[in-house]
């Protein structure tokens, strides 16, 4: 199928998903888990076909080897896959859930209720476990997806496609056309004109991608274009833990959008000599006061900049952040709250690493993504990120001129 003819096919199975229950959807997601665990070589050997063209990518410049290493599906990649969808399965259903009952006024009830947004965009680059993440994420929410990966993935995005594929057709009750794939460049600017079809874009990938997409859809996108982190490290924070957590939020896993950037440290900290040891022993490459604070380097490199106080700190912060995770090693507990209080970001933390912003590790099962949005989600988007809302209104016949006349007045008594 060409692309019009899949987002056509998408919004008939969105209808289908919206009132499907619970039962058939977990039944779908474990016959996808399955089926994926009995085809993992299948996977393997497509996954190497792939790795053996991005390594001409890498060769020619044409990507990274950060991009390389996304790429890699390993057995702990394809075990955390698997384990994700049976995550999923034991989450709470988002749809209709009930938020708040309301009297308006006699036999006459106002409910707000939980209902999918419809049908997704994904388009993403290098992962391909994004393809299982996503999926099963969309199914348990009743939306239907449409997802679009990167070229130097294209054999092991279709091997996973077709094995979800072949699980949902094979559970009965389940629509057809829930999960799609399409392949060639041309697809996305198509996608992304399809606003009469396609209710959300969520990109996943570089700032590049991000703000192409952004810039050239009228469909909301839900998103980050940059992980630019921080870390304070206030004039109280004990040395041990903030060397552990700083090296951790950097070197754990470099390449990935909560990695720390920028290490801000007070200028009454005794230690900060020995913490900035600490970090180039463990591999990390220091950059003093960068002329740029706006790099989001995805590799062992970091800034440290030192500052005056807890309001220069957060200054900072506000200014070259991204808006996507930010962290304070403090033992002071009335900084530390005016620190979470004024950073502007989705995920805002306490003696802990940046590392832990993410959909897994909040027990959303896994993430669509990360969002820096001010609107309808923000931080890792879950299943209740993928559900919005409708009112349903109950009444007995009344009318609202019965009211503009005076002839009855509203009681607005929540039930719920």
Do not use: W
């Not at 299948?42 to 020619?60: G, P, S």
């Not at 969520?202 to 700032?207: D, E, L, Q, V």
């Not at 004990?238 to 939020?249: L, P, V």
């Not at 993504?369 to 890792?380: D, E, F, V």
């Amino acid at each position: 199928m060409n692309i019009n003819e899949i987002v056509k096919e998408a919004n008939r199975a969105k209808i289908k998903l919206m009132g499907l229950n619970t039962e058939i959807k977990n039944k779908a997601l474990d016959a996808v888990a399955k089926n994926i665990e009995l085809n993992k070589e299948k996977i393997y050997e497509a996954n190497k076909k792939d790795l053996e063209y991005a390594q001409t990518l890498v060769d020619t410049g044409k990507i990274t080897k950060a991009t390389y290493g996304r790429l890699k599906l390993d057995e702990n990649k394809m075990r955390d896959m698997i384990q994700g969808i049976y995550d999923v399965i034991k989450l709470e259903d988002p749809v209709n859930k009930t938020l708040f009952v309301r009297e308006l006024d006699e036999e006459l009830i106002l409910k707000k209720i939980t209902t999918p947004i419809g049908v997704l965009g994904i388009i993403f680059e290098a992962r391909p476990d994004v393809i299982s993440q996503i999926s099963s994420l969309a199914i348990k929410s009743g939306n239907a997806v449409i997802l679009k990966g990167g070229s130097e993935a294209n054999n092991t995005n279709r091997a996973i496609f077709e094995i979800i594929t072949e699980a949902l057709n094979n559970t009965e009750g389940f629509p057809k056309s829930a999960v799609n794939l399409v392949f060639s460049h041309d697809d996305i600017k198509e996608m992304l004109s399809k606003d009469g079809y396609i209710d959300l874009i969520i990109p996943r990938g570089s700032n590049k991608l991000v703000r192409f997409i952004q810039e050239n859809t009228k469909i909301p996108v839900l998103g980050h274009a940059s992980g630019i982190c921080h870390i304070f490290v206030d004039e109280t924070a004990d040395f041990n833990m903030a060397k552990k957590i700083c090296i951790d939020a950097k070197t754990q896993y470099p390449t990935a959008c909560n990695a720390v950037e920028t290490i801000l440290i007070h200028k009454n900290f005794p230690y900060t000599a020995e913490l900035k040891e600490a970090l180039i022993e463990a591999g990390i490459e220091v950059i003093e006061n960068p002329e740029e604070f706006g790099v989001e380097y995805s590799d062992t490199v970091l800034n440290i900049k030192t500052v005056n106080s807890l309001d220069e700190a957060i200054e900072h912060i506000n200014t070259f952040g991204s808006h996507h995770t930010d962290s304070i090693i403090t033992s002071n507990n009335e900084n530390a709250e005016i620190f979470m209080n004024n950073v502007d970001s989705a995920g805002v933390f306490k003696n802990a690493s940046t590392r832990f912003s993410d959909g897994f590790r909040y027990g959303f099962g896994a993430e669509v993504g990360i969002s820096t949005n001010k609107t309808h989600a923000r931080g890792p988007v879950g299943l209740d990120g993928l559900c919005i809302y409708k009112y349903k209104l109950e009444g007995k016949g009344q009318t609202v001129a019965e009211y503009a006349k005076g002839e009855k007045t509203f009681k607005h008594k929540d039930i719920v």
